[in-house]
């Protein structure tokens, strides 16, 4: 009776525009009001929620993404991904994807990448002939990529949730992410080939050993995060303030092109952000509390139990509820509310915690994408300048490939634990 109120009431509050983290703080402190519990406490489980110095990478990650775009770093990755892809069939389309898939070694946010690279890919794409609802749809799939490939922001909060390494998870989802870009470009191929598109003519040898060259720093970004973690010489935390710094060295030994200007307002970008994201660790936090103390895990654990009797029965029912959820809930409250229910009732069916991770991640992504509470088709709809329902309606045939892949990973743990088995 008292879990139904408060998930009514939060619902409520959520429906009529209050912010989702703000909604559960506001829940959760009538909770903890009207046991008689007391708001001191409540406040202090808020600062207990926030006080983890792996949460610290945060802000850090968030920080390096916005440097790289203010820098313009963006546009050296495009024109490499252009002169590799742009001649073949799809054209700009597999540009989309494979720019997409080299920032996302360096930003670790899916609505990084829409922000950042989107409004350029958009604005080519249209100039080059290709209806908005191509592009807006092939922008906002392809930046599902981000959170997969490392570093990840979304990776590292499970990581803090499920006390998972976050290393085997920056290395776990290298070959989903893969997969998804592979997928995503096929698709690319189909439709543009029935459609005609125009592509780009060849580039030289020459060309394109220039633009490599010049984008080869930013492309080391993830080798140097994954080296240093997994050489010892820096934990994923710090791997995060050394992504930072490294940014603002390439760019200034190679690039030269972030402004103090545009440097304060990355800063100020990181903040609004970080604090965002801390407002909703700090309502899970004390809504964790209140679902414990009401048995709320125990007797989610049972219903798992009693329709699943296997491993992929028990799959299919977290990703069909992740994705029911997706459609209407902001995805990182999904993750910081159901992974510390959901891993242990994973680990029973002997489910690897990095599989496991990457199949709810991968899960996840695939939520930004769905209508209507998608957060990335927000985003692309908003720095297009697409009109939101069109864009809605033309992204549900690209959510296609990336269920394909979620399905493979689901199906074949290797896709995801294989390459931290091979690094041990």
């Known amino acids: 009776m008292i879990l139904g109120t408060i998930g009514l009431v939060w619902l409520f509050l959520v429906l009529f525009g209050v912010p989702i983290g703000i909604a559960m703080i506001f829940v959760s402190m009538g909770y903890f009001y009207f046991t008689g519990m007391g708001l001191a406490f409540a406040v202090q489980r808020m600062v207990d929620g926030l006080n983890s110095f792996p949460m610290l990478a945060v802000p850090f990650f968030i920080l390096a993404a916005a440097i790289l775009n203010s820098s313009r770093i963006t546009h050296h990755l495009f024109a490499f991904a252009r002169a590799l892809v742009g001649h073949i069939t799809g054209g700009l389309g597999h540009v989309n994807v494979l720019a997409s898939l080299f920032f996302s070694g360096m930003s670790g946010s899916a609505l990084a990448d829409a922000g950042g690279l989107g409004k350029m890919e958009i604005e080519v794409m249209r100039e080059a002939g290709y209806d908005d609802e191509f592009s807006g749809s092939v922008t906002a ?251 809605a309606k033309a992204i549900l045939p690209w959510l296609l490939p990336p269920i394909i892949v979620l399905v493979l990973v689901c199906v074949f743990p290797i896709l995801a634990t294989g390459l931290p088995s091979l690094m041990g």
Not at 160 to 170: E, R
Not at 222 to 227: A, E, F, K, N, S
């Open 141 to 391: 799939a392809s930046s599902m990529i981000g959170p997969l490939v490392p570093p990840s922001i979304t990776m590292v909060l499970y990581g803090v949730a499920s006390n998972t390494s976050i290393g085997k998870l920056f290395l776990g989802g290298i070959v989903p992410g893969v997969l998804c870009a592979l997928s995503l470009m096929a698709m690319v191929y189909f439709v543009a080939k029935r459609r005609n598109y125009v592509v780009d003519q060849k580039s030289t040898k020459r060309e394109i050993g220039g633009l490599f060259i010049r984008s080869f720093p930013a492309l080391l970004t993830p080798v140097v995060i994954v080296g240093g973690i997994f050489s010892g010489l820096f934990s994923p935390t710090e791997a995060a303030a050394i992504t930072v710094v490294y940014a603002i060295a390439i760019d200034i030994v190679f690039y030269r092109e972030l402004t103090l200007k545009r440097l304060w307002d990355a800063l100020y970008e990181t903040v609004t952000t970080s604090a965002s994201i801390a407002t909703i660790i700090a309502g899970v936090s004390l809504l964790g509390y209140v679902l414990a103390r009401e048995q709320a895990p125990q007797q989610i654990a049972q219903m798992f139990l009693t329709i699943a009797s296997d491993p992929i029965s028990f799959l299919i029912a977290v990703n069909l509820m992740i994705f029911a959820l997706g459609c209407f809930v902001e995805s990182l409250a999904i993750l910081l509310i159901i992974v510390p229910i959901l891993v242990p009732i994973a680990a029973g069916f002997g489910i690897d915690p990095v599989h496991f991770g990457i199949i709810i991640v991968l899960n996840l992504m695939i939520s930004i994408l769905t209508p209507p509470m998608g957060m990335a088709l927000f985003v692309v709809a908003q720095v297009g300048g697409i009109q939101y329902q069109k864009l």
